[in-house]
Every structure is written in C-alpha cells, then in structure tokens.
C-alpha cells in the first residue's frame, strides 16, 4: 500500500496560521491606534483623499505657528501703546493743573514730563525676543538712542536741550526783543520791523489795528516788513490799538495796547501826552516793554514747541550759528555733529508694512511699528518740549512762560484734526488682531472638518474591529487545535 506524504500540506496549514496571527496583530493595531494602516498604501483608493486632506492640516498648522508668534507681538504692542497714551493723559493732567514754578526752578508739570519722557524712550525700545518692536524692519537694533544722549547729548554731538537753547537764543535775537525794531521814523510815530528779511526766526508781523482817534496805521509791509502809527492829534481814553504778531510754531499772539490819561500807566497802557509827539514817545515805551515780556515769555514757548519739531521731525535741524542771536537761516545736523533721536529703520512705505505674517491663505496682516511715525513723535517731541525747558528762580516771567508753554503742550497732547495719535495707531492694531482672531477661528472650523474627514477615510469601528478579532481568534484557535492532532498522527498510530 502507498502512502503519501503530507509535508506540503502541513506548510500550507502552517503559513494560514501565520496568515491569520498577521491578521489579528493587524486588528489589534487597528483597535489601539483607530487607523486602518500605518500607511497609505493600507488606506486604499481612498490614500490621495487622505494625503490632500493631511496637507491641509500641515497648511493650518503653519498658519497656526505663524498667528502665536503674531500673537504676542500684538498683545505686547497693545499694552505699550497703551502705556504711551497713559504717559500721555499724564502729562496732559499735569500741565491742566498747575503752571507755577517750584523754588527749584521747575514746575510740576516739568518733572512730570521729564519722568514720562524717560519712560517714552523705555518703552521704545521694547524687544519681544530679539527683536526691537519699534525699529521697523530694522529688529535686530535699538528704535530710538539711550533717554540721556537725546537730552544732553556726548559734549561731540548735541542733544535736544542745546538745540532748545540755540533756537531760543535765535528767535529772541540781539537784546530780546524776539528779532524786532522799535523806532520812531517820525516825531509823532512808531514803528515796529522785523530785522532781517526771510529769517525763520522771532516774531513776524501779522497786523495792526487801531481804534486811536487822529491815528494813521500802515503796514506790515516792505523789506523787511514793518508796520506803523502815526499820532495827528491826541487819542481819547481808553482806546485801544493792537499789534499782531505770528510766533515760530504759527500761533498768534496780540499786543493790546491802552491809552491812558494816567501818569502812571500800568503794563500794556500808555499815556496820553500833552501833545502828539509826546504821546508817541509814551506809546513807543509802552510797547518796547511789552514786546520785551512776550519775547520772554510766549515766544521762547513757542521756540521750544518749534526747537521740538526742528529736532524730532526727521532729519535734525540746526540754527546756523554762532553767534545764534543774529543767525538767519537754519541747517541740518550730521551725525558727527547732531545726536539723532530715531535710530530705527525709516525706509519708503509704511510703519505698518514693516512687519506682515500671513495668517489664512487670503489674510495677510501688517502690523509693524516705527517709533518715528507721526503719533509717536508728535506725543515724544511735545512731550520733550515741556521737559526741556528751564526756569531761573526769581525770574517774573517765569510763570507767564511756563503758563504759554503749558497751554501749547495741552493743545498738542489733545492732538490736532488731521494729525496721527497714538490712539490712531492703537486702532490700526486692534483691526490687525481682529483678523488674527477671525482667521483662528475659521482655521479651528476648517482643522475640525480635516479631523472629522480622516477620521472616515482612515479611522475604523472599534466595535466592527473588535468583533473581527473575536472571530478571528475562534477560527485561529481551531486551526491551531486541528493541526496539533494533524501532526501527532504517525505510521505506527495509523497501521
């Protein structure tokens, strides 16, 4: 009798066991991980659908990074502007309260804004990381030079308060008179001139009017510019004539004049004399002393506010001097002789575009900052302005002088119509976070849709799942019980 052999079959029984213990790793991965395949090519037909869906969560991931790091630059940006515009009211507060000068030659509102001033110049130059917020696109340097070398420069270069002090020099002018004349062309008039034509300095001549009876008025006209009254016979008392004078930040101020019968006039009243000469000799005296307290007063405020400006507003202009008292023109200052507040990056475009992050596939945002663009500067110089100047004590005009310049500063610090403020700049921000926070939104819309695709296309039913294994493990079971008996059997056991 033949007997065959049963080898081959035996391997093909084995290699179904192998098959099968596979299989139920393979399910058991499938219940761990709740993905069919570690692969795509386990997904099936469906593996470019779950490939593009996987590119778009790295998509959303990359704008996610993007609006974190945005994040805090925005939040960082926010409570920084927003310390600027408390500085602000501050110093605003300050000047409304009180202009008088303190025994040590300043005032309240000096301090005030010398203390914020410094801040200012702290805040500026906040970096997130290692990057300068305020620098524009140059991040990897300081915004703005140290508080101290702004203000007082290195004994090279000079600082604000020099240049403060050369304007004020140049805009009063030999004997302080705020570079005007007063004469007397004829023995019954007055004249008061400019003293050079076309210098950007001291009062210009705005006007006159008189309501003098037997008076004549002319002017401001030729060149240089000057305007005149002339007496033809005896004004009456109380009657008034006013000289109108435009100050080097474009403010106006006016010099009322009062006739008088008294012989002792007070400030800004002349006598009527005897005769019209002589009532002119009185006018004439009159207003060389007011002209005097204005120069020193409401002029050198206005010099500073313009000194301000000179100085903060792009390239750093200079009086063209010594001697400053006779000077005539104005010059930009060089970095060798000039200390330059804005150290930052001030290329074409603006402070906004410095700094973009694109944070959907359709949103880009900009959000940079320069510390020189027009609300910051504006508060900085008008703040600086207050700070800079001084007061001698004992000087009579110092109070005047520190009231004429607090009024400038509070008109500066409620932010002319047409200018940039910090709130302006705030705004721009908080629409820049607006975006941030709709896009954050529409992405975790998008991710949940993604999530909920691949779910189907990759995931499996850990109930289906469960219930194969349970099967397979019926079936793998007697496999295994059938091919022991399989191979216990022998020739001995089968004859």
């Known amino acids: 009798m033949t007997i065959n052999a049963i080898g081959s079959r035996s391997m093909q029984g084995i290699q179904g066991l192998v098959d099968m213990r596979a299989q139920l790793d393979d399910l058991q991965r499938q219940l761990s991980t709740g993905r069919k395949s570690d692969t795509y090519a386990g997904v099936g037909l469906d593996r470019g659908l779950s490939f593009g869906l996987r590119n778009q969560l790295s998509i959303l991931g990359g704008f996610e990074s993007a609006i974190d790091n945005v994040g805090v630059r925005l939040d960082v940006a926010q409570v920084s502007l927003g310390r600027l515009t408390e500085i602000q009211r501050d110093v605003k507060s300050a000047t409304l309260q009180s202009s008088g000068v303190e025994s040590n030659g300043s005032t309240i509102a000096q301090s005030t804004a010398y203390a914020g001033l410094g801040e200012l110049f702290g805040i500026l130059n906040t970096q997130i990381g290692d990057r300068y917020m305020f620098a524009g696109r140059a991040v990897d340097q300081p915004a703005v030079a140290s508080f101290d070398l702004v203000m007082n420069g290195d004994g090279i270069r000079a600082g604000f308060k020099q240049v403060v002090t050369e304007r004020r020099l140049a805009d009063l002018g030999v004997g302080g008179m705020g570079r005007l004349a007063v004469s007397a062309p004829t023995a019954t008039s007055v004249q008061v001139a400019e003293d050079v034509v076309g210098s950007p300095f001291g009062f210009k001549l705005f006007g006159i009017t008189s309501s003098l009876s037997n008076t004549t008025t002319v002017g401001p006209a030729g060149a ?249 493990q019926v079936r793998l079971q007697a496999s295994l019980q059938t091919t022991s008996l399989l191979h216990q059997i022998s020739l001995v056991n089968y004859l």
């Open 224 to 472: 240089p510019p000057a305007m005149s009254i002339d007496f033809t016979g005896l004004p009456s008392e109380g009657q008034t004539v006013d000289f109108r004078f435009t100050l080097p930040d474009g403010t106006q101020e006016v010099i009322k004049l009062i006739a008088t019968t008294s012989t002792s006039p007070g400030p800004d009243t002349f006598t009527i004399g005897a005769t019209p000469a002589a009532t002119a000799v009185n006018l004439q005296a009159t207003l060389t002393a007011s002209i005097g307290k204005l120069a020193s007063t409401s002029l050198v405020a206005a010099s500073a506010m313009t000194a301000a400006d000179n100085f903060f507003n792009g390239t750093p202009q200079r009086v063209v001097g010594p001697p400053f008292n006779t000077a005539t023109a104005l010059v930009a200052g060089t970095p060798a002789n000039t200390v330059s507040w804005y150290t930052g990056e001030n290329g074409p475009g603006t402070a906004r575009a410095t700094a973009t992050a694109q944070v959907d596939t359709t949103t880009t945002i900009s959000y940079g900052l320069r510390a020189n663009e027009q609300g910051i500067r504006w508060l900085v110089q008008s703040v600086a302005a207050m700070a800079a100047v001084t007061y001698a004590p004992g000087d009579p005009n110092a109070p005047l002088r520190s009231a004429a310049l607090s009024a400038r500063v509070v008109t500066n610090l409620s932010v002319p119509t047409g200018t940039q403020s910090v709130e302006d700049i705030v705004n721009e921000i908080a629409l820049a976070q607006g975006s941030v926070l709709a896009a954050t939104q529409r992405h975790r819309q998008t991710k949940s849709t993604l999530e909920g695709m691949i779910e189907q296309v990759e995931g499996v039913s850990t109930e289906q799942v469960a219930a194969s294994i349970m099967a397979l």
